[in-house]
């Protein structure tokens, strides 16, 4: 494919100040064949003289708008536009020189989304043919927010994957406020009270639009509003009639919710006292608009203060203390850093969060596979680096160790798997050493036994992967020793269901020259977890379902007839965590070299 016709699309309403600072940097970009910019009805309206003469650029105007409606705005401006692969940049963008869209080709398509702070997510580049398979941007949302995340959704679940994203430094932004954000006004305007409007504004209409994609979902056979032009005003004007509206119950609950937002978020109430205030003292949404008073500024600068002062002087005990406020921007930028596969960044981000916020952030990082990044190379790059990172304490470092590990099994890296194995054993030496591992009565991920079992499981499927069969035996010898050694009382009843499974793994690794002491041991392991200690924990997989099984798969190996081999490791094979191919052929070799002789 080649981008033999590209059209950048703008589309703002009272946005001249940025316009024409943008608009010459545009020009200046030299990888596009038309800049068509929609004037939305702007008080003062766009003259083409003001703009750049640039015989690229193309200057549209809609008449007879009242409020801005960026999904009907871009979808009238899509459709007008004439090229083949359409560059979505608002009115405070613009692309830097270094961003040539033939390097975002993948798979002979454009399909590459913004990322980065200060509205470049919102920014795209994508065939036409996507836009129009889709329908282009959902009608039915009102103002502004959650439009692009629709229309993002909906085009990966066309194209099931995406290019190379824009990166943050290839594009170029001008950072204002909210309240110009929303087209609501120029930064001269500007207050303190205002621009916690706008963002109010902004929140409410950003929720109520995700009830809005939900209960109304956009297609390509949904027919958008259709315009007819005015030549007497050399602009369009939208047909009244064909203005789509939701349905009375959906609008009803959306307008319910956007009126507890914004008051809530402006005015800083709980959302149960919103809804029992009468509408004459909070009025409710009018398509998207609020009618804020004079009444609600005195309450904002006089009242709000009263009752918020406990909240303000934690936020000041929080920065005397040295911790970031939770809106310090650093999660938003890490997920930038995220989407871009930009692990330096990450890892920096990561060493600048206060403790707690960059404990949740790798939790769910280490823990929750489907939150590790998409591209494989990113996601082993940061689990390594991860795993050495200082700031992260002992237990997440380890759990990193054993993603990696994890993680190259599954994609069948055999040298890099087998770096992970003297890291494995080291640190199954330290906790081993620790006399308290037996008695450790930390919580889940924190717990020392449950991190020392982790490790002998994932060390047990890299020996097995390797065919070193004779350290397997072992490995079992070491779990059941613990298993004999376990403080009941002490170790909390929650971590010994959580790890019995893989417990139970560990210890499977005697079946073939010790059926009788597995039936032992697994006997033990239920006992534990099916007392009353363990009663109240309800984790999502059935553990205690899962000994049980092998403790009769157990007694059958015992008590039975001759075990045939082939069989006997194929049913070993379905405990493995991961059953790979190669794992199971391990097993096959693994019971042959271990099973008693005749």
Sequence with gaps: MTLNSLSIVTVCM????????????????????????????????????????????????????????????????????????????????????????????????LCSFGSGPDGRLGQWILDRALVEAVGGFNEFLIGYGFDDKDLRARVMAVRSGEGPPLQPLQLGVIRHSALERIGAGPAMTLSPFLEARAKAQKRASAMANRVLAASCPWTAQRRGSSYVWDP?????????????????????????????????????????????????????????????????????????????????????????????????????????????????????????????????????????????????????????????????????RAYSLIALGWTHLRLGHRAEADRCIPLLEAEIARLQADPDTPRCGFRNRENRLKRLVSCWNLLGHLQLRRGDSARLPPLSDASRDLLMQVDVEAVPGDVLLR???????????????????????LTRLHELIDSERCAGSRPEEDHRAFVSQWQQQALAWRDGPTVDAVEAAQTLSTALTLPTPELQQGCRSFWDSCSQPA
């Excluded at 600072?21 to 003062?44: N, Q, Y």
């Excluded at 708008?65 to 083949?84: M, Q, T, V």
């Excluded at 060493?351 to 998409?374: C, I, K």
């Design 232 to 396: 007497t005003s050399s602009s369009w004007r939208v047909d009244v009639e064909s203005v789509l509206r939701a349905p009375i119950e959906v609008d009803d609950e959306v307008r319910r919710l956007r009126r507890t937002l914004f008051w809530g978020d402006l005015l800083m109430l709980p959302a149960s006292l919103v809804r029992l205030l009468p509408l004459r003292l909070l009025p409710g949404d009018q398509r998207g608009r609020m009618a804020v008073t004079g009444l609600h500024r005195l309450v904002w600068y006089a009242l709000r203060p009263v009752w918020c002062w406990p909240v303000w002087l934690l936020q000041l005990v929080q920065q005397l203390r040295g911790r970031r406020p939770s809106g310090d921007g650093s999660k938003e930028q890490f997920r930038t850093a995220y989407r871009s596969g930009d692990v330096e960044t990450m890892v920096s981000l990561l060493n600048g969060m206060a403790p707690r916020q960059r404990q949740e952030l790798v939790d769910r990082l280490l823990f929750q596979r489907a939150h590790r990044p998409a591209e494989v190379t990113v996601q082993v790059a940061l689990l390594e680096r991860l795993q050495h990172l200082p700031e992260l304490p002992a237990h997440q």
């Design 499 to 521: 790890v019995s499974s893989n417990w139970a793994r560990t210890l499977l690794w005697q079946a073939p020259g010790h059926p009788g002491r597995l039936v032992d041991d």
């Design 14 to 109: 009272n946005r001249r100040e940025h316009l024409l600072e943008t608009t010459r940097k545009v020009a200046d970009w030299p990888h596009h064949h038309e800049h068509l910019i929609l004037d939305w009805s702007s008080a003062e309206p766009l003259l083409r003289e003001q703009l750049p003469a640039d015989p690229r650029l193309r200057l549209i105007r809609v008449d007879g708008e009242r409020d801005w409606h960026l999904c009907r705005a871009y979808n009238l401006a899509l459709e007008l536009a004439r090229g083949s692969v359409l560059f979505k940049l608002d009115a405070d963008c613009w692309p830097e020189p270094d961003l040539d869209p033939s390097e975002l080709l993948r798979d002979d398509a």
